[in-house]
């Protein structure tokens, strides 16, 4: 287990949160944090409070490629280098009628696939600059070990963020690059706030940052949480027969009422 300590980091969805949990946690362990997301009063606060351990890189990563110069730049001029970016921005769209908005599936993916890929775009020249082994870390979500009931938009794009992370883990083998994969649980934060089911084993966004924090110091490739959740959705997700005969019909939504209503 290595400390992480004097790195430079970068993380994106720090403005609330389990990033902004993480990037408090890591400035406190020693570290410095670029802290990034749209609410610039939020992320100013943050930096106000970490006494110039912490700046700030607003950044909208829905944004079309061609406007990502400008934050190449900024972020260029905040530091030489980065030991580990911690790819964290998320967003949660549901598909309640089965209507398939091809709008909120892009929204969806934007931010929670295509961010990350915009993210490691604009970090990999300044990761290859650290003197240490560069580290990615992707938030994914648990939603990827069992498809969940109206996340046909968020679960997809998290097990295509699942499979991007494995295959970049598949390719850094011979590299000092790694790569590790978040899977959380639910956790009581702005996105979960909107949930109207029960959310089983829910946690602080502190105790989540402490659990990732460890596991990115004992430098794992996945770290899945809270292990009574993660156990039954790992089993479910490979026996998804199972899954589909027993749980589907006590979660979803989509009666017969439904579907003839959307019609
Ligand atoms: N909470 C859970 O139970 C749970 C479970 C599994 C996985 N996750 C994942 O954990 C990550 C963090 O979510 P959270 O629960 O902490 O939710 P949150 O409090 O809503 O945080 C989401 C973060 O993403 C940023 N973001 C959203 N859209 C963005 C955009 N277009 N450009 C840049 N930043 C953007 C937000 O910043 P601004 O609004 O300032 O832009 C915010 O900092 C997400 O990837 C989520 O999918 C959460």
Known sequence: MVEIKDRCIWITGASSGIGKALAQHLCSQGNFVIVSGRDHHSLQQMVLAASGRM???PMDLSVPDDELGPYAGRLQELTDYLDMVICCAG??????????????????FEVNFLGVIKSLHLAMPLLKKSTREPRVVAVGSLSSAVPFPRAEAYGASKAALEYFMKSLQTDSVKIPLRATLVRPGFVATAMTS???????????????????????????????FPRRLSWPLRFFGVFFGLWRRWVAPKVTRITPDVWVKTL
């Open 55 to 57: 700046c700030a890189l």
């Open 91 to 108: 967003v949660c769209e549901y598909e309640d009628k089965l209507t398939f908005d091809p709008a909120m599936y892009r929204r969806v």
């Open 194 to 224: 909107k949930n109207d089911f029960s959310m089983p084993f829910l946690m602080s966004p502190d105790e989540a940052a402490k659990i990732i924090v460890e596991g990115i110091s004992q430098g794992r490739a996945q770290i899945d």
